[in-house]
Each structure stands twice: as structure tokens, then as C-alpha cells.
């Protein structure tokens, strides 16, 4: 087994939310609401930081759910969405997960939110690997990191908060 790299430390990864807390924040300051929708697992628990990073930082409403997906097999279940979809209709929402690396799980949760008529839809990672081989394209990114296909990103946010190379 390969030493892990370690690429991102619990400072640095405290540091990484409050920036992009403050850039969802720029982004979308004209908004009266937005939806952060943190797919489950990591993705849920990376969104709740960023929720209470913008709670502290904003008077914006920002609601939290969460997008229940199995990560392995997308299309063998179904994707659940823990807000009603006429909630989201003509909203403003923030899709969140810990780490983008092959772009699959992403692609799925983007095509189940986009059932609802959206006005902007946003994607927001912690870790975002630059190989994958699906076309995401994350707008807010704590940070973007060369692999190859054969490498793989891991993400702790509960326990010993760290995010290193496998």
C-alpha cells in the first residue's frame, strides 16, 4: 500500500470553506434565498460548514438539504432530494460535495436537480481533481489538484479533518 500524500490539513481545509463561503456569498449577495444541496456523505457535511460560514457572514436565508445518492451505482437507485421540488422551483442553488474525481456522482446529482426549473445552479467542491471523465465544471473550488487516472482523492471531515492523495 502507498503512503498517503496529504494535500489538504484541517486549517487549510477551514481556510478553503471560508473563501468559498465568501465567494458563494459574492456571487450571489442580490439573493434573498439560496439552496445548498450537499450530495450525502462528506458532500452533506462540507455543505453544513459552508452554511454556517455564510450564516456568519451574510443575512441571506440559506437552506440546507441534502441529495441522497448511492455513489457506485447512480442509475441501479433512486436520487432523493431531502426539499420538495416545488421549493426549488425558480431558485438559486449551490450543488456541494467534498471532492469531484471522476466527475460521475456530480453528473448525476446535476441532471436530478435540473428536473426543476432553476434560476442558476452552481457547483462548489473542497478538492477538485483536473483528470476525470466526466465534463463537471465546478465554480467554486477550495482546490484544484493534477492526478491521474489511477489516483484517487479521499476527504475526511468528520474525526481528523484532512484530504489526501490514495
Known sequence: MRDKSIVLTRSQIDQKIDRIAFEIYENSFEENVIYLGGISGNGFLFAERLVAKLSEISDQSVRLFELSIDKDAPL????????SNEELQGSTMILVDDVINSGRTMSYAVRKVLENKLKVLKIATLVNRTHRRFPVHADFVGLNIATTLKDNIVVQLDGEEVAYLD
Do not use: D, Q
Request: charge should be negative; avoid cysteine.
Open 76 to 83: 441501479e437507485h433512486e436520487i432523493n432530494l431531502s426539499v
